[in-house]
């Protein structure tokens, strides 16, 4: 007899960026020439400073287990960053790490929300969000943004979608994959609305903090308004202003009673993060930041760019994103042509196919991020590759009849 899956595999699906890079690893396996602008990582490397603090601690035997929400340096270090750069202070148990912050993010919604409860997720989203609350029993409730706001939630779509059973609202900024990033007048006004709700927590993710452009400044929305403080989970990590993805840090600061549930779920999935990567971790949060200003500047000169380029290929809109490292053009006037093999182009997932296999440029669909069509592409990769990724979606536009 075959083993009989659970019915909660069937709600979710596999991560669209994932699969992604994992075919444009079979492709070029194939000997194609593939350029892959989808992967959601620095193409910097991790600091050195960071790398000798994973080699001190494996010389000193620093290898096993540890507490299982992080170590007390680690810990110290993710309070310090959050006092200094956020103005939030927290005890040391009201803070965590984990196996990244997608399992930090997992820890929290499996620890709250179950049937019948609803999550508010504002679209373009992350591709993870919708499948965790899924995943937990939950009902993803979905906001779309528009260019008009620069796709940013607002305050009274926030409030059309709040109901009784409204448990979260996820907010990611700035945003992947749209790339947007909210004043603090813009926090402050979708703070209004959430404090006549108090059955509605918060959840935001600050992973590409530092990821600026144009001079913007971050707030997330506890240091905007401190009233939401006790119902605020603030998420954030290693991976992508220190170049750490492979490290797999992420990390939360929030309520004790939550942080305490979170961290005996994570003791029954992965128990404690990487011993090594914790080392590297608090070596990242308390050594040199100044490297940071410098790489955002890089990725906005490869923003404008891009965002250039795209602009000139028939069909194709793109829009300046403000943080983040993706630009996310908009493919509706490719929408109804048709490739030279005669097929008709009906949605961005038939748009990032033809740009695949005539052009070998991977990029994904926006239809996987919520928002359609459109396509996202990483500019996390050097100035020569992304200007050949643009002339690849140019030569396929031109092709298009």
Known sequence: MPLQLAQRTHRIKPSPSSMAGQRARELRAQGRDIISLSAGEPDFDTPDNVVEAAIRAMRE???????????????????????????????????MAGTGAKQVIFNALMCTVEEGCEVIIPAPYWVSYPDIVLLAGGKPVFVQGSRQHDLKLQPDALERAITPNTRWLILNAPGNPGGSVYTEDELRELAKVLLRHPQVWILTDDMYEHILFDERRFKTIAQVEPRL???TLTVNGVSKAYAMTGWRIGYAGGPRDLIFAMTKMQSHSTSNPSSISQAAATEALMGPQ?????RAAIFQQRRDRVVALLNECPGVSCALPQGAFYVYPSCAELIGRRTPAGKELRTDEDVILYLLDEENLAVLQGAAYGTSPHFRISIASSMEVLEEGCARVRRACEKLA
């Open 229 to 231: 403080y006790e119902r």
């Open 61 to 95: 035997s620093k290898t096993k287990y540890t507490d299982i929400g992080g170590t007390p340096e680690l810990k110290a270090a993710i309070r310090d960053k959050f006092s200094r750069e956020n103005e939030l202070q927290y005890g040391s148990q009201e803070v």
């Open 290 to 294: 100044d490297f940071i200003k410098e």
